[in-house]
C-alpha cells in the first residue's frame, strides 16, 4: 500500500507544476464528469485522502469549502499541511491493520462497516481515478497529461 500512495503523491506534485503553464480560467472552468473543474478536483483529492484517513482513526474531518482554497498555490500549501499526517499513517501501516473494522455512520443513517484496508486501498484508487479525469480534460485544452506511469518512479527497489 505505501507504494501506491507514494506514486499517488509523485504524480500529484507533477500536476500541480503542470498547472503552472495552464491560464487559470482553463483550472477553474466547469468541466463535465469529476467534482467540477481541475483545481476543485486536485482540491477534492487531497482533502478526501486526509478526511479519510483521519475519519478511520477517529478523528475530526476537514470541513472547508473549495472558494478557500482556489488557487494551484493554496491548494499545495493544504497539501503540505495534510500529507506529513497521511504519510505517517501509511509509513506506519502493517499487517495488524488490514482487516480493522471502521463503523460509518451515512448520512441517511445506515450503519456499514468497512475493513482499514478496504478505506486505504480506496482512498488510492479514487485519487487515480481523478487524475485520469485531468489527463482527459488535459488532452481537451491541447495539452500533454502527465504521465500515469507507475514504471521507472523508483518505488519499489529491486534487491540485489
Request: overall charge negative; charged content about 25%; proline content about 3%.
Amino acid at each position: 500500500m505505501q507504494t501506491m500512495f507514494r506514486y499517488n503523491w509523485i504524480i500529484r506534485e507533477q500536476w500541480y507544476k503542470w498547472c503552472e503553464d495552464v491560464p487559470y480560467e482553463e483550472l477553474i472552468r466547469r468541466r463535465t464528469g469529476g467534482v467540477g473543474g481541475i483545481l476543485h478536483t486536485l482540491f477534492h483529492v487531497v482533502d478526501v485522502e486526509w478526511s479519510w484517513i483521519r475519519i478511520i482513526q477517529g478523528k475530526t474531518d476537514f470541513q472547508e469549502s473549495f472558494d478557500n482554497y482556489n488557487t494551484i498555490e493554496k491548494i499545495r500549501q493544504l497539501d503540505r499541511v495534510f500529507r506529513p499526517e497521511v504519510e505517517e499513517f501509511v509509513n506506519a501501516w502493517n499487517e495488524s491493520l488490514e482487516a480493522r473494522p471502521f463503523v460509518d455512520v451515512r448520512p441517511d443513517g445506515r450503519i456499514e462497516t468497512f475493513a482499514w484496508g478496504e478505506v486505504a486501498r480506496h482512498v488510492s484508487a479514487h485519487h487515480i481515478h481523478h487524475m485520469g479525469q485531468l489527463s482527459v480534460w488535459a488532452r481537451e485544452i491541447g495539452k500533454q497529461p502527465v504521465s500515469a506511469n507507475l514504471i521507472g518512479k523508483g518505488l519499489i527497489r529491486i534487491d540485489n
